[in-house]
């Protein structure tokens, strides 16, 4: 369908070759001469009062170096929300959950430092713990924090349309429930970090970071250091999906180590560290409301969501807005009203995972469609497909969506997966332990706004060409973590300057090749994906006007191509250019004799006539979204949408569930890479199913982590996955590169409930609280049969 | 790493591990086949409470025994006998952070399976899980054992893990001692002063405690005559398909007078509804000398259930539990009759 020849093709991965063998370098791989190792000591209670921390003995160890607590640290606070700065480099006046950093260590092995953490002596008064969200807001709940009233750390109250009216048109109305578990992310890789100063005070850390423009203003200012001295590098990283979007203790621990030491200090997570830290999906508890007409067609959407985020806001705040605000598409819907709180709780602080804020809310939405459409007697996909947006319009929350395939989305599904047949027509449910179900989903390409506010430009990139001729590097401070994002730079670089992929290097990860605000909201195609275009595109512009100077054509006439400089206008005479070329390179052999002149040779004799070149770009969205408090949290330039059918089976007398199948549509504009679209859209279902039906943290009475290991927190094995079945489809945004927009958090939306409606068909009862584990539905399934019986 | 430091001591026969038990005991000592349990306990914990299993060998930050850490029945590891404590047990501190470890790799007499005259098998303690999954002797006559070892864990574990290691650590949820218990397996333990022979039933007493004396080693495990009309099988439910640890475990054996029936004999099995696994003694008493038709399967199924003594816990209610013994062994029962009868 398209003249690319590099994009919307299935091109390997730029990293490969180097991930599959080993080669690749993550940051725990790292070692620099003099390296010291740090330990943390982490609160072993979830809430008391620090009457004193006595560091003697650990100091006096043998091969200690430093300790480290927030009498070295200071107490500037930090956190993820200008408005809610609610953390500090190490505890000083309370500790607010198991895990919680006190003290830190760096010491010439790890043994060492973890003994010398072992040594540190804190005296505790202990306090009265909250671990329940849905009452952490009740009067005489002991408080967290000071600075959140009651428990609450952010508010909002919305109310778009007028649900009243919505009500008062509404054929059928019903309430349902939604809870879920506080989550993990279970990347593979654990947090590392490496840190180290210089003579002139520079700071130099590499981590595994998900943002390292972030994570680089955190670190200049808790430990005051100008901006310009930090440098924040981002090796290869095994997975982020949201939680190591932030700067964390741990990063300010371990730098804060490295300028008392004068040495590089590392550390590395336990996996158990991974889950303390946690900063992954919050617990939801939703309650809606909706309306429909006897045609089927939403009238209103009346929300109410209390989010449990443990112990520190941390992305708190955006995650509270985004359970409201994305459920204003992909279907029409004039009135909605959402009040959402976000509450604190003496367990490890939430943050943003996969599909940010909104995945439960989408959950539970999704659910009520069905449930309505059984009422109706309907078909749930025609409900659907009665209510979907189309391109060009906007949702009651001031979303505007320029691009949507959510109806062919749906109809490719149902279609793929011979819907018509396995279901019947009338919204009745199959039952006997088999079923189907479908849902749909809707995200951002990108967050609109920076997350401190400010006109930045959300991407830079700075496309050198190789001086010698030949080759290019794209420098960009984005962050590849595992999703691929390199390999769309080079893609897109080598498509623009007609090179092979080979020919295009890629330097990213590091704030100081340019400014990104990093992998997170689902950005980086879209963002970074821009001002790469255009900095390939200045690039080309320089190479050509100074080879067209030369031989006296006009440089519109000229274009790259396959590697070579091609004419527009007839034959040119490039023989001067390639004479200087040859004469530079006696010796060489296989030199250029063909009649094209080479890209080699152009890039060459451009910078014999105007010295470096370079290409730069810079992408920021333009303004989005209503006036209205928290209209920035949900806008983006464009939006993703999906649809999904999932196909279950159920063991009617254990509640064992076995997933035979999930066909997937996603919308993602336009295909740059082909198979990491579909990579993404596998991730996604199987992180999504693992939450539906597995995954969740569990807490004994005293706010401990029971299942802090990844034997005990379950996540999908491949035996536990069914064959995906992944469709692309691609509504060309006019806001994306090449029409691109995103994919990797979207296809996660509609998992959850495609399940939860596939159970259904399969069993007949509705379960409200997740994972959906065998024991839950058994229960569920003996409760409908004692109700009967 | 965190890992406490030991060294590893690397004998070659039976007897000279058993002179390095005794030698070292006063050390703290340690035995290592796979590796796969004993690693995992002897990581330090970042909290100390997080200690999956607080009746293996939770160590204290400093060291030493956990005599300060609590664990409560209904929140920590189900497989810890409910009345709760693990105090009892860990008399001696170094146990729990040993300062050698005698690693069993390379005593050949400890490998093997192998066909005995008088029909029977018997299985080196060090053989790994994967051999035993491979072993067609084991799939066709005690086919229980086969199940069990397709179960657990994961590829890489069971190329790692051994039997004697399974048997040895005594966990309720054990995937090959459920089926061996069944299958009336009996353990061969030697010491450098003795060698005994136990049923592979009596040997845990409680999770992850066993009548295993100090300086005494799991060295065979014999699988009786497979006899005419008999039969087995092991369905392990937990929550994913790999890499889980039971919600509930039931083997069954199965032995008829002649085709069509009366039993003449039975013997079921469950995993992970009591501190260690536990053989239902009742369903022998309703199913021995019957015909089996259905009612009676039904009954047996109830009875088994009533054997259980599950707790409830992070992986499962106890009400869940007993119903999946229901479930389970009514369905084993009969899968193993139908495999009894087609064999003919
Ligand atoms: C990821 C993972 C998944 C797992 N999944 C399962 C599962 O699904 N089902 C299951 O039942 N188990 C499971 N396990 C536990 C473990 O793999 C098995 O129990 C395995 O059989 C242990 O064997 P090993 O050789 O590794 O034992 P080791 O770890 O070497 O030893 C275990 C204990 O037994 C002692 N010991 C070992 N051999 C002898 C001997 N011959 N005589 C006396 N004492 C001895 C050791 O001193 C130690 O106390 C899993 C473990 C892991 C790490």
């Known amino acids: 369908m398209s003249d690319y020849r590099i994009l919307n093709t299935r091109a390997p991965r730029v990293d490969a070759v180097d991930k599959a063998t080993g080669k690749a370098i993550y940051t725990d791989d790292l070692r620099r001469p003099g390296m010291l190792y740090a330990a943390i000591l982490h609160s072993p209670l979830a809430h008391a009062r620090i009457l004193n921390i006595d560091t003697s003995r650990a100091e006096q160890l043998p091969g200690v170096k430093a300790v480290v607590t927030y009498r070295e640290a200071g107490t500037t606070p930090y956190g993820v929300s200008p408005a809610r700065y609610d953390e ?28 010398a953490v072992r040594l540190i002596k804190v005296d505790f008064e202990e306090l009265p713990i909250v671990l329940d969200g849905r009452t952490a807001m009740d009067e005489g709940q002991p408080l967290l924090h000071e600075m959140h009233k009651n428990n609450m750390c952010a508010k909002v109250n919305w109310h778009f349309g007028d649900i009243e009216k919505g009500r008062k048109e509404s054929h059928i109305i019903r309430t349902d429930h939604l809870s879920s578990k506080m989550q993990d992310a279970a990347f593979m890789e654990p947090q590392s970090i490496l ?55 741990a990063e300010l621990a371990v730098c804060l180590l490295a300028m008392k030491t004068g040495q590089p200090v590392k550390l590395t997570f336990d996996r158990e560290q991974v889950f303390l830290h946690s900063r992954a999906r919050h617990q939801f508890f939703h309650t809606m409301t909706t309306g429909v007409k006897k045609d089927g067609s939403l009238s209103f959407l009346e929300h109410k969501c209390i989010l449990d985020g443990g112990a520190y806001a941390s992305f708190g705040i955006a995650t509270v807005y985004y359970s409201g605000s994305l459920l204003g598409g992909p279907y029409r819907l004039k009135n909605m009203k959402y009040d959402g709180y976000r509450v604190v709780t003496n367990k490890p602080a939430c943050g943003a995972q996969r599909g940010h804020g909104a995945v439960i809310a989408r959950a539970l939405f ?87 506010r400010s006109r930045t430009y959300h991407c830079t990139v700075v496309t050198k060409v190789d001086e010698v001729g030949g080759g290019v590097t794209v420098n960009s401070g984005s962050a590849d973590i595992g999703q691929g994002s390199d390999t769309v730079l080079a893609m897109i670089t080598a498509e623009e300057l007609g ?33 790469c275009r255009e900095a390939a595109q200045d690039a080309k512009r320089q190479i050509l006007e100074a080879i067209a100077g030369k031989m006296s054509v006009a440089p519109e006439t000229l274009d790259l191509k396959d590697g070579f400089v091609v004419s527009l206008a007839g034959e040119i005479d490039f023989s001067e250019l390639r004479k200087e070329y040859l004469q530079e390179h006696k010796g060489f052999v296989d030199l250029p004799d063909g009649p094209q002149l080479t890209f080699a040779e152009a890039s060459r004799v451009a910078f014999l006539e105007l010295g470096t070149i370079v290409g730069t770009g810079k992408y920021r969205p333009p303004p989005l979204g209503g006036s209205f408090k928290g209209a920035a949290v949900g806008t983006s330039p464009a939006f993703g949408c999906s649809a999904q059918v999932a196909e279950v089976s159920v063991d009617l007398e254990t509640g064992e569930i076995t997933m035979d199948k999930i066909t997937g549509a996603h919308d993602c504009g336009f295909a740059i890479n082909v198979t990491q679209v579909e990579g993404q859209m596998h991730g996604s279902i199987m992180m999504g199913m693992g939450e539906a039906l597995m995954e969740e943290i569990i807490y004994d009475k005293k706010g401990r982590i029971v299942n802090a290991n990844l034997a005990e927190y379950k996540i999908p094995t491949a035996l536990d996955v069914p064959p995906l079945d992944a469709i692309i489809v691609e509504s060309n945004e006019p806001h994306g590169p090449y029409g691109a927009k995103e994919v990797g958090e979207g296809a996660i939306m509609p998992v959850i409930p495609t399940i939860l409606n596939a159970i259904y068909d399969a069993t007949g009862v509705r379960i409200d609280e997740l994972p959906v584990t065998p024991e839950r539905l058994m229960a569920a399934m003996k409760a409908k049969k004692d109700k009967k019986g | 790493m965190l890992l406490p430091r030991f060294d590893v001591l690397v004998p070659e026969t039976i007897d000279d591990a058993c002179a390095m038990l005794a030698d070292y005991a006063d050390d703290g000592v340690r035995i290592l086949a796979g590796g796969t349990d004993l690693l995992v306990d002897l990581r330090r914990p970042i909290i100390p409470q997080h200690v999956p ?46 300062a050698f470890l005698v690693s069993l790799h390379k005593i050949d007499q400890l490998k093997g399976i192998e066909l005995l005259p008088s029909g029977g098998l018997r299985i080196g303690a060090l053989t790994t899980i994967s051999e035993i999954e491979r072993s067609s002797e084991i799939r066709k006559d005690w086919t229980a054992l086969a199940h069990g070892a397709d179960s ?61 004396k100090p300086g005494e080693i799991v060295t065979d495990i014999h699988l009786p005559t497979p006899s005419p009309h008999s039969g087995s099988a092991y369905y392990k439910m937990a929550n994913r398909k790999a890499l889980e640890i039971s919600t509930v475990g039931v083997a069954v054996w199965m032995v008829l007078e002649k085709p069509g029936g009366p039993i003449k004999d039975v013997r079921v099995a469950l995993g992970a509804v009591g501190p260690t696994p536990i053989l239902a003694k009742s369903v022998g008493k309703v199913l021995i000398g019957k015909v089996p038709t259905d009612e009676i399967l039904v009954q047996a199924a109830k009875a088994a259930a009533g054997d259980a003594r599950p707790i409830d816990d992070h992986r499962g209610s106890a009400w869940y539990r007993v119903q999946m013994v229901e479930q389970l062994t009514l369905r084993l029962l009969k899968s193993v009759l139908s495999g009894i009868e087609n064999d003919r």
């Open chain 1, 366 to 452: 999704e659910v009520q469609l069905d449930r309505i459409a059984e009422e109706l007697g309907m078909d749930p996909i025609e409900l659907r497909l009665k209510n979907v947006m189309e391109a060009g319009e906007t949702t009651c929350n001031e979303l505007y969506v320029s691009s949507f395939g959510m109806r062919e989305a749906l109809e490719a599904v149902r279609d793929s997966a011979a819907w018509k047949n396995k279901r019947s027509s009338s919204g009745k449910i199959r039952g006997g332990g088999k079923g189907i179900g479908a849902a749909c989903g809707f995200f951002v390409s990108g967050a609109g706004y920076s997350i401190y």
């Open chain 1, 195 to 249: 840190a180290e100063t210089e003579s002139n005070g520079n700071l130099t850390m590499w981590s595994s970071t998900q943002a390292p423009h972030y994570v680089q203003r955190t670190l200049a200012m808790a430990l005051n250091i100008p901006l310009h001295k930090v440098r924040v590098i981002k090796p290869a990283v095994g997975g982020g999906f949201g939680p190591k979007a932030s700067c964390s203790s």
């Open chain 2, 152 to 212: 657990l864990g994961s590829p890489l574990v069971r190329n790692r893990g051994t039997l004697g290691g399974n048997i040895a650590n005594a966990r309720p949820a054990a995937d090959t001692v459920i089926p061996t218990i069944a299958l009336g397996g009996k353990l061969t333990l030697q010491s450098s002063s003795d060698t005994r022979t136990v049923a592979a039933g009596d040997f845990p007493t409680g999770p992850g405690l066993s009548v295993l």
């Open chain 1, 499 to 531: 090179l092979s992929l080979d020919d295009v290097q890629v330097a990213s990860g590091d704030s100081k090749l340019s400014v990104d605000l990093g992998a997170y909201s689902s950005r980086t195609t879209l963002m970074t994906g821009h001002a």
């Open chain 2, 53 to 98: 299993r607080c009746d293996g060998c939770p160590t204290h930050p400093e060291g030493q025994i956990a005599t300060t850490i609590e664990c409560e029945p209904s929140k920590s590891d189900p497989l810890m006998s409910p009345e709760g404590s693990i105090r009892t047990k860990l008399a001696d501190p170094k146990s729990a952070a040993p």
């Open chain 1, 88 to 115: 500090t480099i190490f505890c000083h006046d309370k500790v607010r959950y198991v895990g919680d950093e006190i003290a830190a260590v760096a010491a010439v092995d790890q043994d060492t430092a973890l003994e």
